[in-house]
């Protein structure tokens, strides 16, 4: 079976840094997107991971290891409004996105 | 900035009755999704479109749930009789074409409780 996990929750503090992470095991691999969904709204597109290495994106960099079948979201200069869930969603052989549940991170001031 | 269009964005409706949900995916769009959120759980897939093709309906079930995209463009999902387990989030999302990397772009979706 196809199987994504990610920690249910995670808490953290104003201005300092977190790391998500996210670990599968799919029938083949043709990517791992990162989206933010905050309660009640819809998900949004993070970032996109293909090939192994760091993507950085200004506060929000994501890292993949395909060997390891692991990807982490790490998230810098932690504000209020990055209180979210975090999902991870990697895209398989056929091209479909198998969703992880989501991290929950709840950020304290 | 163009957007994925959905309504209503919340619904309540008894068990047995009929609820119908739209979406207008962002312009150009030719793949359109269909998703069912359960709170703090990852979006499951209902059925894919592409164009006014159905690509994937495998995990839609189909006695009571029903999609269309007649003219390739804006698509409604439907479900008939409703039943208490349907209450979650009906999320639309939108990509360009299907598979590679192609970005999904979601809808803010419509909330369902069935009393």
């Known amino acids: 079976g196809q199987n994504i996990d990610q920690p249910t929750e995670m808490t953290a503090t104003e201005g300092a840094i977190v790391q998500i992470n996210c670990t599968y095991q799919?029938?083949?691999?043709?990517?791992l997107f990162w989206y933010q969904q905050h309660a009640g709204e819809a998900p949004t597109f993070l970032s996109y991971?293909?090939l192994d290495g760091l993507e950085e994106k200004g506060r929000f960099s994501s890292f993949l290891s395909r060997s390891k079948g692991y990807s982490y979201l790490l998230l810098k200069e932690l504000q209020m409004k990055d209180s979210a869930s975090y999902l991870c969603?990697?895209?398989?052989?056929?091209?479909?996105?198998?969703w992880g549940a989501g991290t929950k991170l709840i950020i304290k001031p | 900035e163009a957007e994925v269009a959905q309504s209503p964005r919340y619904k309540i409706t008894e068990k047995s009755q009929a609820v119908a949900f739209w979406c207008d995916p962002i312009s150009g769009h030719a793949t359109l999704y269909w998703y069912r959120q359960i709170l703090g759980q990852g979006p499951e897939l209902l059925v894919q479109f592409q164009d006014e093709s159905v690509v994937d309906d495998s995990q839609l079930p189909k006695d009571r749930f029903s999609a269309e995209r007649l003219k390739g463009v804006d698509s409604t999902l439907k479900i008939q009789p409703a039943e208490l387990g349907d209450s979650a989030m009906y999320l639309c999302?939108?990509?360009?074409?299907?598979?590679?990397?192609?970005?999904?772009?979601f809808g803010a979706g419509t909330r369902l409780s069935v009393l």
């Open positions: 799919t029938s083949g691999f043709n990517g």
């Open positions: 991971n293909v």
């Open positions: 999302a939108s990509s360009l074409e299907a598979g590679d990397i192609n970005i999904q772009y």
């Open positions: 969603a990697v895209l398989d052989s056929n091209y479909q996105l198998i």
